[in-house]
Each structure stands twice: as C-alpha cells, then as structure tokens.
C-alpha cells in the first residue's frame, strides 16, 4: 500500500536539466524523509540526496553539489530532485526512498531506508 512512484526521467545532453518527480502514495510524507539515489550499469547503489520530513534539512552528495536540488510539498505527497548542468556521469536508474522522519547520519546507505520507487533511467548524452 505504501508507494512511492518516480518520474521526468528520460534523454538530456551534457548541461542541460531536468526535474525528476517522486509520488507518494499509502504514507504521511510530512513523517518521512526522502532520499535520492542512483545506480548505473555495473556500479552499486548511491546516494544522491536526502531531505528531512519537514524539508529544513537537506544533505547532498559532493559530486552533484551546486548543481541538483532536492525538494517536497509535503501537501501534494511530492518530492523532486532538479537536476541543473548535468553530465555524463549522472547517468543512471534514480530512485526515491523513505525513512521515518530524519535523513539517517549514514543517509547515502541504502539499507537506512524502509521503502524504496521502481526507479526512472536518466540518461546525459550528446
């Protein structure tokens, strides 16, 4: 019942952007925080992003520093990640996960979360 359902994935080249979407469904979104995550082919899981169940708090992986932005209206039960001079190596399948409450300390360990989305591929090229 507790769903979580990414989207705005798709084709971007080198610098541009996009914003992805995370819909929640079955859960109080304002009890939770949402992270960010990515894999690509052949590498594991990592965090890309995390923030708190009140949206006060948002943590970011160094390499997408300055450049994504993490986000919820906890109202529409929504969280976005925009993504701004993207490169190459964002290449990936994103996910969103939710923990109850606070991002954990250790925020870019997958098994920190309780519920994680099907993913959306992303793909930087030119």
């Known amino acids: 019942q507790l769903q979580l359902v990414e989207s705005g994935g798709g084709l971007v080249q080198p610098g541009g952007s996009l914003r992805l979407s995370c819909a929640t469904a079955g859960f109080t979104l304002a009890y939770y925080a949402i992270g960010w995550f990515r894999q690509a082919p052949g590498k594991e899981r990592e965090g890309v992003s995390c923030?708190?169940?009140?949206?006060?708090?948002?943590n970011y992986r160094d390499s997408v520093k300055g450049r994504f932005t993490i986000s919820k209206n906890n109202a529409q039960n929504t969280v976005y990640l925009q993504m701004n001079s993207l490169k190459p190596e964002d290449t990936a399948v994103y996910y969103c996960a939710a923990v109850p409450w606070s991002c954990p300390a250790n925020w870019l360990s997958t098994p920190e979360y309780r519920y994680w989305g099907q993913g959306t591929q992303v793909t930087v090229a030119s």
């Open positions: 923030i708190s169940s009140s949206g006060d708090h948002t």
